[in-house]
């Protein structure tokens, strides 16, 4: 009889979590659908002149930027599409962010996002490079700028010599990962007894110095570590991401799902400028 009871709470246990998970799935689309819709119905001259705002007093309260900023996007999420990761570029550029990184762990048939249609690919051997334009910059200057050509300070020539702002995308993939780092530790280790890895042995810095420095040689292109990392997921779980280059990043997730615009873009930098890193002080 109590083997019955437990049972029956089980079930009972499993049907009350799955319908607050249907009420909350359903909450988060109501609201997004919402805040969607009034974004839409305030027109995009007025959006675009709310969004230039915020950003801009947003920009001049910040006591500090970062320099990369990497988004990580949950094997389940189904909200982050082409046009958000175009909206959060468009975000990044304008507060001075030079460094995006995209880590999508969804299939392809699972709204996985290409970067090829909203970012130029850069000339560059890793073939995971990209720069990113302001469409409106596009729409100037009619689609014609040098940035596939890969530049050291970050701009690329418009018309009539003039700088054309520009964002640096990478695409970071699974094998980038754990895979990577542990290559590079085998690569050391097998070369352990050399006069090179006894002298790395004897100084911390100078050893990680150069597994930062293999690392680069693997990824095939060289960027700063991300400070900053938006995770699209019901938890926060970096899902493997580069775990050498994301020691010191501070993140912050976004539950999936939710209507993600310019306000929680700039909640997100006030919470990073907030945030002292003491670096175990």
């Excluded at 990392?229 to 999936?256: D, K, N």
Aim: hydrophobic share 35%; net charge positive; glycine share 6%.
């Amino acid at each position: 009889m109590i083997e019955v009871i437990c049972l029956l709470l089980g079930k009972l246990l499993l049907l009350l979590v799955g319908a607050y998970e249907l009420l909350r799935q359903q909450h988060q689309t109501l609201y997004a659908l919402v805040r969607g819709s009034y974004d839409f119905c305030r027109g995009k001259d007025a959006r675009e002149r709310h969004e230039r705002r915020l950003l801009a007093e947003c920009k001049a309260s910040l006591t500090k930027v970062p320099q990369h900023l990497v988004l990580i996007i949950a094997p389940d999420d189904h909200y982050v599409n082409a046009g958000r990761l175009n909206a959060i570029f468009g975000y990044a550029l304008a507060i001075g962010i030079k460094h995006v990184s995209v880590y999508d762990r969804r299939e392809e048939k699972d709204s996985y996002v290409e970067l090829e249609p909203i970012c130029q690919p850069r000339e560059d051997p890793s073939g995971r490079c990209y720069i990113w334009t302001a469409r409106t910059v596009h729409n100037k200057t009619n689609g014609h700028t040098n940035g596939h050509h890969k530049r050291s300070n970050g701009y690329a020539n418009g018309v009539n010599g003039t700088h054309i702002p520009q964002l640096q995308v990478y695409r970071i993939r699974p094998a980038d990962c754990h895979a990577l780092i542990a290559d590079v530790c085998r690569d050391l280790y097998e070369i352990r007894k050399t006069p090179l890895v006894q002298g790395l042995l004897q100084k911390r810095e100078s050893l990680s110095e150069e597994i930062t420095v293999r690392l680069s040689q693997r990824l095939g292109y060289e960027a700063p570590d991300p400070d900053l990392g938006i995770i699209f997921a019901r938890q926060t779980c970096t899902y493997g991401l580069m775990p050498w280059h994301v020691r010191f990043t501070e993140f912050h997730t976004h539950h999936s799902d939710r209507y993600f615009n310019v306000e929680c873009f700039t909640k997100v930098l006030y919470r990073y400028s907030r945030c002292e890193q003491r670096w175990g002080k």
